[in-house]
């Protein structure tokens, strides 16, 4: 695993809330990733209806409407959640405003844009319900294809590197699907051992 040098983590802090608005692609995103995810969710049939769901690094909510779509309370953070977001709130991925065991499933899909691991699976783990699960979606690494680009912090050669890593930290994976939008990577299912 390697990362991304900042230098301090203010400056991590502002190159990452500046990535919103040099997005282009993101109102056609926004509604086709909500209902792919939606899908791969209802597929995997771990998320149930009426469950708490926190989605980390959440932008613009195109996770969280997919959870509300399967009939969950679903709310995101985010660095930079734009003027009037109802479905994202102001928040650190590393500092999570939420009590511990408030939730009931975790997600993010930018497990590449995380400047301390430790710290950030340390949050997961804390805010997680004692049968909670953790759903990351996670692009190839280097040595499978998978892109590096302006605003990722973590890189790892393969996603089996990750889930090992992940799996130290006290998460087992449970479920694992390989998807092909927004980018090629895996849907896992994660619980706290």
Same mark, same amino acid.
């Given at each position: 695993?390697?990362?991304?040098?900042?230098?301090?983590?203010?400056?991590? &802090?502002?190159? $990452?809330?500046?990535?919103? !608005?040099?997005? #282009?692609? @993101?109102?056609?995103?926004?509604?086709?990733? %909500?209902? =792919?995810?939606?899908?791969? &969710?209802?597929? $995997?049939?771990?998320?149930? !209806?009426?469950? #708490?769901? @926190?989605?980390?690094?959440?932008?613009?909510? %195109?996770? =969280?409407?997919?959870?509300?779509?399967?009939?969950?309370?679903?709310?995101?953070?985010?660095?930079?959640?734009?003027?009037?977001?109802?479905?994202?709130?102001?928040?650190?991925?590393?500092?999570?405003?939420?009590?511990?065991?408030?939730?009931?499933?975790?997600?993010?899909?930018?497990?590449?844009?995380?400047?301390?691991?430790?710290?950030?699976?340390?949050?997961?783990?804390?805010?997680?319900?004692?049968?909670?699960?953790?759903?990351?979606?996670?692009?190839?690494?280097?040595?499978?294809?998978?892109?590096?680009?302006?605003?990722?912090?973590?890189?790892?050669?393969?996603?089996?590197?990750?889930?090992?890593?992940?799996?130290?930290?006290?998460?087992?994976?449970?479920?694992?699907?390989?998807?092909?939008?927004?980018?090629?990577?895996?849907?896992?299912?994660?619980?706290?051992?």
């Amino acid at each position: 695993m390697r990362v991304r040098s900042y230098g301090s983590y203010e400056k991590y &802090l502002s190159h $990452q809330k500046s990535k919103r !608005e040099k997005i #282009s692609w @993101l109102p056609g995103y926004d509604q086709k990733y %909500s209902q =792919v995810l939606a899908e791969r &969710l209802r597929t $995997q049939a771990v998320v149930k !209806e009426g469950m #708490s769901v @926190l989605c980390l690094g959440a932008r613009i909510g %195109s996770e =969280v409407k997919a959870f509300l779509a399967l009939g969950c309370f679903a709310v995101g953070i985010d660095l930079n959640p734009s003027v009037e977001n109802k479905y994202v709130l102001y928040g650190d991925f590393h500092d999570v405003q939420f009590s511990c065991h408030s939730v009931d499933v975790v997600f993010t899909n930018c497990l590449d844009h995380v400047y301390a691991l430790n710290v950030f699976l340390r949050e997961v783990k804390r805010v997680l319900k004692l049968e909670g699960c953790f759903i990351l979606e996670i692009e190839r690494g280097a040595e499978e294809g998978g892109v590096v680009g302006e605003y990722e912090c973590l890189f790892y050669d393969k996603i089996d590197d990750m889930i090992e890593i992940l799996d130290h930290a006290g998460l087992r994976a449970v479920k694992r699907v390989d998807f092909e939008y927004p980018w090629k990577g895996q849907h896992i299912v994660f619980k706290v051992r």
